[in-house]
């Protein structure tokens, strides 16, 4: 259908061209023009405006506050991060490095559904039918009721749900549908938002829930990248390493509930299984401690976990390397800054790479403390004690500042076997905790000479 339809729009400026050019015609900028469905072809009919019904202008007072209506899915670590449930007509994008568990974790959500009673429609653009029955058998659902269809046109999915009504589908991934309006190949930015927003508004008008799954790309942005976080309700991102057993589900965005729940699951030889207590999963094994490492306690949503630290300090060439996984690389040169400037110990002739185990992604400044302890160690090769844990933000001027909740970390800490901590002054507890020895600091260097005294 229809390329005389389509124009080109640049990303940057919004200026647009009929064809496509490497530099935009209107502020010269390059490679920024994007395929997209020229709206209306002059008769003020957008495609998208049977949606916008003129509406009643209402006082704000008089509108009734009501609660959505949530389905569970079922698979309580699911829940909790979507905040109770799918919500009808929402749209929730998931991504997740390739093979993290994606589709495992949506096929067994579609399949809870179905049985409780809410009609799915599994769309796999991926993997052939055969496939998906394949994984439904390791599974172990293989009975399951759940509508499947191996398409990748959109117009034809958008048929689908018009005839079949789910309460609930899966587009299984956004990058492999195509629309016929646009000539650009799939998973190109111009596909993957046309095809985002014609489902979107098929939810929206549909009363469907649909749930995106997206790939993310080695930049760690989804193909078709963040356009897609604008138009839907709920975003989540799959974290963890694909090679160990733990993934978490973290909610970026949600219209519909709080972003700040983390959903834990272990991927098992019969699926991703929910963990309701995740607190020990983050910490390695060593048998006696060992230098570069602390351990961190962070707080996720309502539930302390804790995460080892690792650092590794290791004499540098002329321009030596800051690196990390999991931890913010810029944080980690500031706090390597605070370390030199207030502490007096420096790593600028130094390689410096530092790590959170497990594939975990740590965003609070609450690991600032744990982070300069593990280099401190890794630097002079010496272990923090056994039983050694810490937590605590560190400011430019060599202040640590107290973390939030901080007795709910140390009793974790404390429940889980952990003997000797270091934490910021105001976090200090005013009652001892049963077998916990804390120390308490206010300045990065009384940290450090402190943690020196202990070996
Ligand atoms: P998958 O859900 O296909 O990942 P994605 O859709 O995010 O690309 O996950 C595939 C991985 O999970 C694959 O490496 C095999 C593993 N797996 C299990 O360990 N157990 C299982 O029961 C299933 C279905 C998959
Ligand atoms: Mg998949």
């Not at 506050?65 to 929402?90: F, K, S, W």
């Not at 889980?416 to 005013?430: D, E, I, M, Q, Y």
């Amino acid at each position: 259908m229809a390329k005389d339809k389509t124009h080109y729009v640049c990303s940057e400026c919004g200026g647009t061209s009929p064809r496509w050019l490497g530099k935009c015609p209107s502020c010269g900028a390059w490679n920024t023009l994007i395929e997209s469905v020229a709206e209306g072809g002059g008769t003020g009919k957008n495609r998208f405006s049977s949606l916008a019904g003129a509406q009643p202008v209402t006082a704000l007072a008089d509108i009734e506050a009501r609660d959505v209506d949530r389905t569970p899915t079922g698979i309580d670590e699911l829940d909790r991060v979507l905040g109770g449930g799918i919500v009808a007509g929402g749209v929730i994008l998931i991504g997740g490095d390739p093979g993290i568990g994606k589709s495992t974790l949506l096929l067994q959500a579609v399949d809870a559904l179905q049985r409780a009673g809410t009609p799915t429609l599994y769309v796999t653009g991926e993997e052939s039918g055969a496939q998906v029955a394949m994984r439904s058998r390791r599974l172990g659902i293989e009975g399951s009721q759940v509508k499947v269809q191996a398409e990748i046109q959109l117009e034809k999915i958008l048929a689908t749900l018009d005839a079949e009504r789910p309460a609930v589908a899966v587009i299984d991934s956004i990058q492999t549908m195509y629309s016929d309006q646009l000539s650009s190949a799939p998973g190109s930015v111009a596909q993957v938002r046309e095809c985002a927003a014609q489902l979107t508004r098929a939810a929206k008008s549909g009363g469907a829930a649909i749930v995106l799954v997206g790939h993310v790309t080695k930049e760690g942005t989804l193909a078709g990248p963040r356009v897609l976080e604008h138009i839907v309700d709920t975003v989540l991102y799959f974290e963890g390493d694909t090679h160990s057993t733990y993934r978490l589900v973290r909610a970026i965005k949600n219209r519909f509930g709080a972003v700040n729940e983390i959903g834990v699951f272990a991927m098992t030889e019969k699926g991703l299984k929910g963990v309701s207590n995740p607190s020990a999963i983050f910490l390695s094994t060593h048998s006696e401690p060992v230098p570069g490492s602390c351990v961190l306690v962070t707080l996720e949503g309502t539930r302390p976990l804790l995460v080892e630290i690792q650092a590794l300090v290791d004499s540098g060439g002329p321009s030596p390397r800051r690196l990390s996984v999991g931890l913010d690389r810029d944080r980690l040169a500031m706090l390597l800054a605070v370390l030199h400037r207030h502490a007096g110990v420096n790593c600028f002739d130094q390689d410096v790479f530092v790590n959170a185990v497990g594939g975990v992604r740590i965003g609070e400044p609450a690991a600032d403390l744990a982070v300069l302890l593990a280099i401190q160690s890794s630097l002079r090769g010496k272990p923090l004690p056994k039983g050694f844990f810490a937590f605590g933000e560190v400011g430019l001027a060599g202040e640590i500042r107290p973390a939030p909740r901080g007795q709910e970390r140390l009793r974790e800490a404390a429940k889980l076997g952990f003997s000797v901590a270091l934490v910021p002054k105001a976090n200090a507890p005013k009652k001892p905790i049963d077998g916990l020895t804390i120390h308490a600091v206010e300045r990065v260097e009384e940290a450090m000479s402190l943690v020196r005294g202990l070996d």
